[in-house]
């Protein structure tokens, strides 16, 4: 079974710096994919980023990119340029990239705090 | 493009009671999905529709809770007989074939 780990609970950054969110994940598949979104309190998840498996180039996203590290099954967060709107939970994902139900499983999520 | 859209935000009832949830996903998106999401925990996949037919559910969807899309539009989540542990926040997706999932706001389930 696959499984996601995101083993900081919570992380702060200041404006305008740049803060990195850990995420490992583990899997028999080749073919899959990886996410991030971002929940900001009483707010929808929002998609953040995305990363084929078969890619190895890393993927950004303006002031998001990520490090995918497929060998570790290593997936980190960078965000530059912290802003106070990017203040929320993210959430790490994990989907099979074979036909089927294409289900995420989710990581336990990191809580970013942004100082002003 | 409306969004996923869930109804209610906030649903209040008693241990005991049945609950109906709605999600109107994303028009033209063949997939649908039902997680459920706890305090600190990552959201846990439920049940997934493809157009009206339930394909696949998980081992969490225990008999009291049961999941439908009449003509692959809309989709209802009932939860019987609720107990404590069914208090959650409700999450439903949408997606258009194997492109990444867009959520709606939740139903947050309190159970008194």
């Known amino acids: 079974a696959q499984t996601v780990t995101q083993s900081q609970p919570e992380m702060s950054v200041q404006e305008a710096e740049t803060v990195t969110l850990s995420c490992t994940y583990d899997t028999s598949e080749s073919d899959y994919y990886l996410f991030w979104y971002k929940q900001p309190p009483s707010r929808q998840m929002i998609l953040v980023i995305r990363?084929?498996?078969?890619?190895?180039q890393n993927a950004t996203e303006n002031r998001f990119s990520v490090n995918f590290q497929k060998a570790a099954k290593s997936f980190s967060l960078k965000i530059s340029d912290s802003q106070l709107g990017d203040a929320a939970m993210y959430f790490c994902a994990y989907r099979g990239g074979t036909s089927g139900t294409y289900k995420y499983i989710f990581g336990t999520g990191t809580r970013l705090k942004v100082l002003a | 493009d409306t969004g996923v859209s869930q109804d209610p935000r906030h649903k209040i009832t008693k241990r005991g009671q049945n609950v109906t949830f709605r999600c109107d996903p994303i028009s033209e998106h063949n997939r649908l999905y039902w997680y459920r999401q706890t305090l600190g925990q990552g959201p846990e996949f439920l049940t997934y529709?493809?157009?009206?037919?339930?394909?696949?559910k998980s081992r969490l969807l225990s008999d009291r809770f049961s999941a439908e899309r009449p003509k692959g539009s809309f989709s209802t989540l009932e939860i019987q007989r609720t107990e404590q542990g069914d208090s959650a926040m409700y999450l439903c997706?949408?997606?258009?074939?194997?492109?990444?999932?867009?959520f709606g706001d939740g139903t947050r389930l309190s159970i008194l």
């Open positions: 997706a949408s997606s258009p074939g194997s492109q990444p999932q867009h």
């Open positions: 990363q084929e498996a078969y890619k190895q």
């Open positions: 529709f493809q157009n009206e037919a339930q394909l696949e």
